[in-house]
């Protein structure tokens, strides 16, 4: 998919699910798991950003129908291009831009069916 396709893409849904992770479902069928725990370690600490180390708070997350993820009416806050694409491989020149993104830490695949070749 290409970036400028982001437009067309809504997040479905944001679920927290263990440590400093969070689930991500888009409207697209993609579906990803991003550790945000590299941005929130990084030295230096921001104590605005650091302080969600706490689990408590870090839980606390709200999402908009725009995409965007935020924490604590947007003291800390990421938008869709973010949470969608992440910093995995394919994305290395953002990755040496915004070194401390939360980077994806599992990608899920949405099932496609496969139809196989009939042989005579």
Same mark, same amino acid.
């Given at each position: 998919m290409k970036t400028t396709? %982001?437009?067309?893409?809504? $997040?479905?849904? *944001? *679920?927290?699910? =263990?440590? =400093?992770v969070i689930h991500f479902v888009f409207s697209d069928g993609k579906t990803h798991d991003l550790d945000f725990f590299p941005f929130l370690?990084?030295?230096?600490?921001?104590?605005? @950003?650091?302080?969600? $180390?706490? $689990? #408590? $708070? !870090?839980?606390? !997350?709200? @999402?908009?129908?725009?995409? #965007? %993820?935020?924490?604590?009416?947007?003291?800390?806050c990421y938008g869709l !291009?973010?949470?969608?694409?992440? !910093?995995?491989?394919?994305m290395k020149q953002e990755a040496r831009y915004y070194k401390n993104a939360p980077v994806i830490s599992r990608l899920h695949f949405p099932q496609k069916r496969v139809r196989r070749k009939e042989y005579a």
């Open positions: 396709d %982001i437009d067309n893409i809504r $997040l479905v849904s *944001a *679920a927290y699910l =263990h440590d =400093h370690s990084r030295t230096p600490q921001n104590p605005m @950003t650091s302080k969600y $180390l706490n $689990l #408590d $708070l !870090f839980k606390k !997350f709200k @999402t908009d129908p725009s995409g #965007d %993820i935020s924490w604590n009416s947007g003291e800390m !291009f973010t949470t969608y694409y992440g !910093f995995g491989e394919d």
